[in-house]
């Protein structure tokens, strides 16, 4: 948003000398959310002001914005009603999502190790139940990476989210697109993202985890047909 801003919010501080721009700002803000304007007074100084006005009342007065929350839409709100006073024509789009980025992963994680459980220890009836289940964990790992509807989603709590987007029409023919994306929710913060070790740990497993699920149903599949 402060991006996006940047131009117009300029223009108007230039026409209100004295920091007017900037009250008028907070009291745009205070009204979307519904909280007192003082609220927003002397929070952040060292940005400027189309930049801080928003970080005070996204970070500020909503506060944690958990994916699939209140908090969340509220946030999305804010965002829609911003883009509106800039001129633009912002679009919501409401769709359903899992509560946690990772478990959709945790659950392909746990269906793969049933599997490999049935097949060493159930025979031919284990195999065929470890194809199935692998399967199901492969197309619907490789389906959740696309961000497309799957199986794991199906089993898994899920909660109302949304995006909203807004496009800038161009002055004159266009060379290019560009598409500026942020996000919304603040989800919790994860150990693997702490530090570049951890973080090297998931990248390294996040690229082993779909090649073992694909080499777990071949051998499913090969031990049906083997004598």
């Known amino acids: 948003l402060a991006a996006i801003a940047a131009g117009p919010f300029r223009s108007q501080r230039a026409?209100?000398?004295?920091?007017?721009?900037?009250?008028?700002?907070?009291?745009?803000?205070?009204?979307?959310?519904?909280?007192?304007?003082?609220?927003?007074?002397?929070?952040?100084?060292?940005?400027?002001?189309?930049?801080?006005?928003?970080?005070?009342?996204?970070?500020?007065?909503i506060g944690a914005r958990g994916s699939c929350t209140p908090?969340?839409?509220?946030?999305?709100?804010?965002?829609?009603?911003a883009l509106s006073?800039?001129?633009?024509?912002?679009?919501?789009?409401?769709f359903r999502a899992p509560l946690s980025v990772w478990m959709p992963y945790a659950l392909a994680s746990g269906l793969a190790l049933l599997a490999a459980f049935l097949f060493?220890?159930?025979?031919?009836?284990?195999?065929?139940?470890?194809?199935?289940?692998m399967l199901?964990?492969?197309?619907?790992?490789?389906?959740?990476?696309?961000?497309?509807?799957?199986?794991?989603?199906?089993?898994?709590?899920?909660?109302?989210?949304?995006n909203v987007w807004a496009q800038c029409q161009p002055a004159q023919t266009a060379a290019g697109t560009v598409v500026f994306v942020a996000h919304?929710?603040?989800?919790?913060?994860?150990?693997?993202?702490?530090?570049?070790?951890?973080?090297?740990?998931?990248?390294?497993?996040s690229t082993l985890a779909p090649a073992a699920y694909i080499g777990l149903l071949l051998v499913c599949i090969v031990r049906l047909f083997a004598p």
């Open 71 to 81: 908090e969340e839409a509220r946030g999305h709100a804010y965002c829609s009603k």
């Open 184 to 205: 919304v929710d603040t989800h919790r913060h994860a150990w693997v993202m702490s530090a570049s070790g951890p973080f090297l740990l998931l990248r390294t497993l």
């Open 136 to 162: 199901l964990v492969v197309s619907s790992t490789f389906l959740q990476l696309a961000h497309r509807d799957n199986a794991l989603r199906w089993l898994l709590p899920t909660g109302e989210s949304q």
């Open 15 to 61: 026409a209100q000398p004295g920091g007017s721009a900037l009250a008028v700002e907070r009291a745009r803000a205070a009204d979307a959310l519904g909280c007192p304007v003082n609220f927003f007074a002397g929070i952040f100084t060292s940005m400027t002001s189309a930049a801080r006005i928003h970080v005070e009342a996204l970070a500020g007065a």
């Open 120 to 133: 060493y220890t159930q025979g031919g009836a284990g195999a065929l139940a470890g194809a199935a289940l």
């Open 85 to 94: 006073e800039m001129g633009y024509a912002p679009h919501t789009e409401a």
